[in-house]
């Protein structure tokens, strides 16, 4: 008995991580100097709800940042969220609406050695347009 | 032998327990019909920082242990400051500090048939002013 409530246990965890797979998603980034500010959308399993994470990494790092220091915001639901660079390392995201799950107002990057590089974030809720996400002052790349 | 283990194990315990203690705290609070916004600062040993806790809750009840019920966990603010601006709106702001967790809404579930959901705005100001959390209405 035990060993079939075992197996229906690890049945429902495969087929619940089958389930919870990303159907969307997008980066954009915007590039200023050595670093750039990528901002992530997802979709899971076409829930409807969008995820965005925006984090900070070196402008030459390829696909999204793995360290958790270098993310700053973490939310869903955005409308007109917009990044710019306000100088060298200081970062403002602004929206008109969304929810923001976690923001913290720093964020670092290790750009090839021990000594982190430092960015100052700022956050403007009802500040943005209500368009789609938005990148400003600097390069900006979309990737699908 | 094993029960020397025990005594030590214990007495470690306790120790370590009275170390997490925070060795200066205050709560301020700012009131809003049912509601208040509680502005919590704690400092462990001494340590010159200041933690800082800002969650909703109703008017009476203490400090809350709930997560879902806060909007900002940082330290060492300055002009730190917190205003409704509606029944259900409440801007935070500062001029200097480090935010390691701010979300823009919190909810308050217990004693309550329907969750009542909060939204806060963060205002982080360069000019600095006076570390207080301010009475509005």
């Keep these: 008995m035990q060993r079939i409530l075992t197996l229906a246990l690890c049945c429902s965890v495969i087929l619940l991580q089958a389930c919870k797979r990303v159907t969307e998603q997008t980066l954009s980034e915007t590039t200023n100097g050595a670093f750039k500010v990528v901002v992530r959308t997802q979709e899971i399993s076409h829930s409807g709800t ?12 390829a696909g999204f940042p793995d360290k958790k220091v270098q993310c700053f915001l973490s939310g869903y639901d955005f409308d007109g969220l917009s990044v710019k660079w306000q100088g060298p390392r200081v970062i403002e995201v602004s929206f008109s609406s969304g929810r923001v799950s976690r923001f913290t107002n720093s964020a670092f990057v290790y750009p090839g050695g021990s000594v982190p590089e430092a960015f100052h974030t700022l956050l403007c809720d009802g500040c943005g347009s209500a368009l789609p996400a938005k990148a400003e002052g600097g390069a900006v790349s979309s990737l699908q | 032998m094993q029960s020397p283990i025990v005594l030590a194990g214990c007495l470690l315990a ?48 203490g400090f809350p242990g709930d997560k879902s019920q806060c909007f900002l966990h940082g330290f060492d603010f300055s002009g730190l400051s917190v205003k409704w601006l509606s029944d259900r709106d409440v ?45 509005a209405r």
Excluded: M
């Design chain 1, 50 to 61: 969008r995820n965005v994470d925006v984090c900070v990494a070196n402008a030459s790092s």
């Design chain 2, 14 to 61: 306790l120790v370590l327990t009275s170390c997490g203690r925070p060795t200066e705290q205050s709560v301020t609070e700012v009131k809003n019909d049912a509601f208040k916004v509680d502005v919590r600062s704690q400092e462990f040993h001494d340590s010159g920082i200041r933690n800082v806790d800002v969650c909703v809750t109703d008017i009476n009840q």
């Design chain 2, 91 to 135: 801007d935070i702001s500062f001029s200097c500090g480090r935010v390691e967790k701010f979300s823009n809404f919190a909810i308050v579930s217990k004693d309550h048939p329907l969750p009542v959901e909060f939204h806060a705005t963060l205002h982080e100001a360069c000019k600095p002013v006076s570390n207080t959390a301010s009475t």
